[in-house]
């Protein structure tokens, strides 16, 4: 993709008969310095409706060898046209599995949310999952623009439908200036499930 109209990709209906496990976009083993930007992932080409994959975008690895890591990624961006809009999908907006998930950045996305910004397009599992291992990765920013809007995660059998869900050995991890709401389950859950009383070095 890219930051224009012209350069956008419509990255839907890869679900394999209603499945939650095939995704619009997958980075897995020795994924680096990708870029992903100003898509429309689980919609349709207006980004207003759902057209939907299994998981919107995947990050899945278990190997932490530096060359079967997926590192250093960027999923969107601080301009409006970086934005990806990561809606509609049948399972999270966004899901990371394993511990060769590193230093990754997620900034100015929709998860959830219509490319108007104002449309819900509900992912049916959480907006974004993060399991068995991530660490140092970034959802959102300090500056202008890098929040990520997530919204509507509906959940299901499997699933609270929250906004942010850590499980698993998952540290290290920063949520920054991120706007989450109307949510089925509350809008970050960090493992153990619910809500959980704060501890120290967070």
């Known amino acids: ?15 394999n008969a209603g499945s939650s496990y095939i995704s619009g976009i997958s980075l897995n083993d020795g994924a680096y310095n990708v870029t992903v930007q100003g898509n429309y992932i689980g919609t349709t080409s207006n980004g207003l409706s759902a057209l939907p994959n299994g998981t919107g975008v995947l990050l899945d690895t278990t190997d932490t ?3 079967q890591q997926a590192y250093h990624n960027t999923i969107g961006g601080s301009v409006a046209g970086a934005r990806n809009v990561i809606s509609g999908n049948i399972g999270s907006g966004v899901y990371l599995s394993g511990p060769g998930i590193i230093n990754n950045t997620f900034s100015g996305n929709y998860i959830g949310l219509g490319a108007d910004g104002s449309t819900t397009v509900p992912n049916g599992e959480d907006g974004v999952r993060i399991l068995d291992g991530p660490q140092n990765n970034i959802f959102g920013g300090d500056s202008v623009g890098e929040g990520n809007t997530i919204v509507a995660s509906v959940g299901n059998g499997s699933s609270d439908g929250v906004g942010i869900v850590t499980f698993g050995n998952t540290s290290k991890n920063s949520f920054l200036g991120n706007s989450i709401y109307a949510n089925t389950g509350i ?8 809500v959980t009383p704060n501890d120290i070095n967070d």
């Open 1 to 15: 993709g890219g930051t224009t109209l012209a350069a956008r990709n419509i990255i839907s209906g890869n679900n």
């Open 65 to 67: 060898a530096l060359y």
């Open 187 to 194: 809008g970050i859950d960090l493992s153990p499930t619910g």
